[in-house]
């Protein structure tokens, strides 16, 4: 069974550009998670998304979006990136809301210039 | 904001010692979990324990949890330089089941 593949792993961007960040969940599993995670906040949750609805959302500005595709493919979007961007960001799925075990992909490392 | 708290920050060891970790946590939880993440990537699940168990064992690992005093330890045994690793507990309360992290603890295993 393939695991969560997020896409790209690695991106460098500049202050004031956007950037797209894409996740495919393992199959069959519905839920879709992001977190962000920066040496100094440590692992911060920024949404969740189920049946292509948003279902909880983390303490980020509306700069940070998402959305879940049928096929419970997810991507995230941070609009005029600034420099506290700069971090790793974590797809991780799950089956369904009420579940708890998160299976996490790779990453994408962003690194905002 | 984190809801755990992992203790220590960093810890040192040799291989084949024994490795404890803590991780306290704030309000009252359903579930405590606790993922290993190598550097750099993906978190990976290591074992769950429900709000009314207090102990659990997996291989090396051995997690217990006392909810009276909000917190957990996890200990693995005769350790291994592969061990090296940051390890994270995660709670989730109330409804929505949204796993939030400490910051972890990071273990070195000198062979």
């Known amino acids: 069974k393939a695991g969560v593949t997020q896409t790209p792993r690695y991106l460098i961007k500049t202050r004031g550009q956007q950037v797209t960040l894409s996740c495919s969940p393992i199959?069959?599993?519905?839920?879709v998670s992001w977190y962000q995670q920066t040496p100094g906040q440590g692992l911060q949750f920024l949404f969740e998304?189920?049946?292509?609805?948003?279902?909880n959302k983390g303490n980020f500005p509306g700069r940070f979006s998402g959305r879940q595709f049928s096929n419970s493919r997810s991507e995230m979007n941070v609009s005029t990136l600034e420099l506290g961007d700069s971090a790793l960001y974590l797809c991780?799925?799950?089956?369904?809301?009420?579940?708890?075990?998160?299976?996490f992909g790779a990453g994408s490392r962003l690194t905002v210039l | 904001s984190q809801q755990g708290e992992e203790d220590p920050q960093a810890l040192s060891i040799q291989e084949g010692e024994n490795a404890t970790m803590n991780c306290s946590y704030k309000?009252?939880?359903?579930?405590l979990q606790w993922y290993r993440q190598n550097s750099g990537r993906g978190l990976v699940h290591l074992i769950l324990?429900?709000?009314?168990?207090r102990e659990k064992h997996s291989g090396r690992l051995r997690v217990t949890l006392d909810t009276s005093k909000k917190s957990s330890s996890l200990l693995i045994t005769a350790s291994r330089a592969a061990d090296t690793a940051s390890y994270f507990c995660?709670?989730?309360?109330?409804?929505?089941?949204?796993?939030?992290f400490g910051r972890g603890t990071s273990l070195i295993v000198h062979p």
């Open positions: 991780a799925s799950r089956q369904g809301t009420g579940a708890n075990v998160l299976t």
């Open positions: 199959s069959g599993h519905r839920s």
């Open positions: 998304y189920f049946s292509e609805t948003q279902r």
């Open positions: 309000t009252s939880i359903n579930n």
């Open positions: 324990i429900r709000s009314n168990e």
């Open positions: 995660a709670t989730d309360s109330g409804g929505s089941y949204i796993p939030t």
